[in-house]
Every structure is written in C-alpha cells, then in structure tokens.
C-alpha cells in the first residue's frame, strides 16, 4: 500500500488602530505681548493641526466601524475574511470499504468545513492502479486515493507530497509507527496518511492445540521444546493411506498457501538472508527451511487452500494479515481463533511482513489543499474511533488503529494485538511480496516469478538454481519500476 501544491485561501489581518490618537497641546490664553498681534502666524498654524486631527480622526472612527461590524465575528474576538470561502468537492477512491464506514467522519468534516463536499466512492480492486493512473493523468482521476505500502514506486506519475503547513514531519513521526515512516518517505517529504496498520502474525486453532496438550502458541521456529517445527510435527494427522487428514501448519508450497511470498520473505530474513541476494547460502536455506513443511509431510498440495482448510479445521496454523482473520470469522463465527506474533528466528531476530494500505492525494488535482486536510482528519483519533466502530458493525472487527497514542486500547484485543506490538517493536519490513493487492506490477510479477520456484523445487530443481532463475526475473521487474535494489 507510497505528494503537493496549496491553493488555500489566506487571510488577511486588519491593521490595528493605536489605543491613544497624541493630539497637539493646545494654545491657552492670550498671544505674548512681545509678538506683534497683526501677524496671522499662529492662528494659520492652529488650523493646519486641527485640520489634520480632524481628518486622522474621521478615518479613525470610520474604519473603526468597518472592523467592528464587517471584519469581526459576533463575538467580537477573532477576524474573519468578509468573502465567504468558495464551493469545493473533492473525490475520494477508497478500496474495502463502502461509503457508510465513512459517513461519520464526513459528516464530522462537512460541519466545520460548510464549504467542502466528500465524495466517497469504493472502487473495484481489479486494474485499480492501471485506472487510477490513466485517468489521473487526462484530468478524470480522484482528488484522494487508497494504495498499497508498496506501491508507491509505482505510483510516482500521481502521487504528490504531504504539505509540512498541514501535517509536518515531526507530527508525523510522532503520531504514526516507525514502518509508515520508513515506507512513507521520500527525501524530506512524505506521500501518504496511513488510516491503519496491518501485516502478517501466526494464527492458529485454539481447539487443535488444546486437544494436542498446546496451550500456547510456539514462540520460536526451531530450537525449542515448542517450536514451530515440533508443534506442525505433533498437530500433524494422517490416515491409514498416509494422506493429511489434519495439517500442522499450511506452509511448503506455492499454489494452495495463501500469503506465501510474505510467508517466505519472515523465514528469509530470519535466517540471516536478504530479497536483494536471493541467491546467496542464507537465502537458499530459508527456501530448504520452507519447503521441509511440505517435504516432511506436514501439508502438501493436495491440501485445500490454506484460508479454506483453516476455516474447515484441516490446518491448525497459518500466516496471515488481521484482514484475513476478519474473513475467517465472517465465514465461521464458532472457530476458537488465535493470534500471536510470529515466532523468533536464529538469535532471537524478530521480523514480520507489513501489509497495509494509505491514502494519498493526486498531484493533478486542483484540490489538493483541501484534499490533504481532510485526510489530516481522519487521522485524529475521534474519527479513527469512528471508522473501526464502524467496521466492527459490519464485520467481526475493525482495523488497527494508525496512531501511536491508540496502542494501548488494542494491547489485549483478541485477533490485533499482536499486529499492534509488532509496529510498537519495529519489526515490520515491507517487501514487493504482498499478496491480493490486485496491482498487475510489482507485487504480482514478483510473487509469480518466487511461485514458479517453489514450484519448480517440487519437481526436483535445486533450490539455488531455483533462486537464481526467480532472482533474474526479479531484478528485471524492479528495475522497470526504477526501483534500485539496496546491496
């Protein structure tokens, strides 16, 4: 899920009026005798200051009375500007959410900007970008938009930088996590408001581990009495045949694990590993580590897709976002669902994938002032509260919440804690790897390229070679999107 010209009006400040007019000490009694009485010097220069006192006060008093009823307000306080401020509607793409979950904070907004109109709208997720891009670019795309953490290499033709008058750097990072200002920020600007924060967290049947003697979820990938590796191992159920009745984990292959690319990328960087040097000997053994779920028969292919077999109760651990969990429950309210962070790697490295979305403002819009304000508020935190109430309503539960200050009200909510104390952590890394993002560039060309070898090491390729073939279709992708791979 990466912006900006300002159009407001400014307003002018009345001059103000000295409390005390100094006026020339008046002439008293009679001329000196010693001055000649038939010369009119004195009586000339007595008119001229009367003459000037009188017009400095009629200006006085007039423009008194025009600051007074015309430039005040009524309670006599703060100046206003005499011209009411001119009509504005200004467009907004949105991605999940339909227009009631925004009602609220418009309506909010609408109030204390009577001359500003939202306009909501959710679009279809497929050939968003594509559309936003192209109609962008000949004047008919939105003031706002939705995008992805990953995106902004691939949005650059429209996206535009967040004024410092309306949000400055320094509020910035103190009101949003760590990953929105390392995904958010180019040079010494930012191009986004982030409304939300997700990524990927271990979920895992309650029931399953129960019956198994699990009462916690693992904490570590392999080296523990109740790691990753050991739990799928026990969970694991098969039939006389040998086939999976009930997985361990869903995690090994490509085609029927959802989130995969996101899955793989935790394990690579774990391992010491990095996307930039897919084929070097740490890389290629988070691959031999992924694969050996499905190797050593803890899933396979011939599994349901993940999210389905978990909602079935054929899987008993599996890697997703928060938004998937929502899915999950939506589909099966009585499965006793957990959450939890992903489990450490070697020497305690902790790493989770981040999977967000943000909203920016089109450079090509005439609005884009007004259009940044208005995303500044729904960033507070009354009209974040408003949205996620409002999710909730619809949906077993809202989003987590953007803000730093919010932490502490979702540090014990059942599905998004743990997404919240992995932003708190800093241990969120966003790679182009995020799956149903719907972007038809980067994400889907890479997390293609990375399917076809795992796929390919299912039919006995190496798995370096395997890297290596993903590797150069990789760089090929990045470097069409002017995306400069960090050595």
């Not at 109109?117 to 795309?141: C, F, H, K, W």
């Amino acid at each position: 899920m990466d912006d900006n010209q300002n159009s407001g009006i400014t307003q002018m400040e009345p001059e103000e009026v000295a409390a005390d007019v100094q006026k020339p000490e008046e002439i008293s009694g009679s001329i000196p005798p010693q001055y000649p009485t038939d010369v009119p010097v004195y009586e000339e220069k007595n008119n001229t200051w009367k003459f000037i006192l009188g017009i400095i006060l009629f200006f006085a008093i007039v423009f008194g009375l025009v600051y007074w009823f015309f430039l005040r307000d009524a309670g006599g306080t703060d100046p206003i500007s005499i011209a009411p401020k001119e009509p504005v509607t200004i467009t907004y793409w949105g991605l999940w959410d339909d227009k009631d979950i925004f009602a609220k904070a418009i309506e909010a907004y609408q109030q204390k900007n009577p001359h500003v109109t939202v306009v909501y709208e959710m679009v279809d997720p497929v050939q968003y970008r594509e559309r936003l891009i192209a109609r962008s670019q000949t004047g008919n795309g939105p003031d706002m938009f939705r995008y992805h953490n990953t995106w902004i290499p691939e949005i650059q033709e429209v996206i535009s930088p967040l004024p410092p008058e309306i949000m400055s750097n320094e509020e910035f990072n103190t009101t949003f996590y760590p990953i929105h200002q390392k995904d958010l920020k180019i040079g010494e600007s930012y191009y986004g408001i982030p409304l939300m924060i997700d990524g990927m967290m271990l979920v895992y049947n309650k029931e399953i581990l129960s019956q198994a003697g699990i009462l916690n979820p693992p904490t570590l990938w392999v080296g523990g009495d109740q790691d990753i590796v050991s739990v799928a191992r026990k969970l694991t159920v098969r039939s006389t045949s040998g086939s999976i009745i009930t997985s361990g984990m869903a995690i090994g292959t490509a085609t029927n694990v959802e989130h995969f690319g996101e899955l793989f990328s935790i394990l690579l960087y774990l391992n010491g590993g990095d996307f930039n040097e897919l084929t070097s000997p740490a890389s290629v053994e988070a691959l031999e580590l992924y694969r050996s779920f499905a190797e050593d028969g803890y899933w396979d292919a011939t599994m349901p897709n993940s999210i389905t077999a978990f909602i079935q109760g054929k899987t008993a651990m599996i890697v997703v976002p928060s938004w998937q969990v929502s899915n999950i429950l939506s589909q099966n309210p009585q499965l006793q669902v957990g959450t939890a962070p992903i489990p450490k790697g070697l020497e305690n490295a902790a790493m989770s994938s981040a999977s967000y979305w943000v909203e920016g403002v089109n450079k090509f819009s005439p609005n884009q002032t007004e259009a940044w304000k208005f995303l500044a508020f729904l960033s507070e935190k009354e009209q974040q509260l408003k949205l996620h109430e409002a999710q909730a309503a619809v949906r077993p539960f809202g989003q987590a919440y953007s803000r730093v200050d919010m932490a502490e009200l979702l540090s014990d909510h059942p599905y998004l804690a743990p997404i919240v104390s992995q932003a708190q952590d800093d241990i969120y890394v966003s790679l182009p790897l995020s799956a149903r993002t719907f972007d038809g560039g980067m994400n889907d060309e890479i997390i293609q390229y990375l399917e076809n070898a795992i796929t390919s090491t299912e039919e006995g390729v190496d798995y370096g070679a395997a890297l290596g073939t993903a590797s150069q279709g990789i760089t090929t992708v990045l470097e069409r999107f002017n995306v400069v791979q960090s050595k």
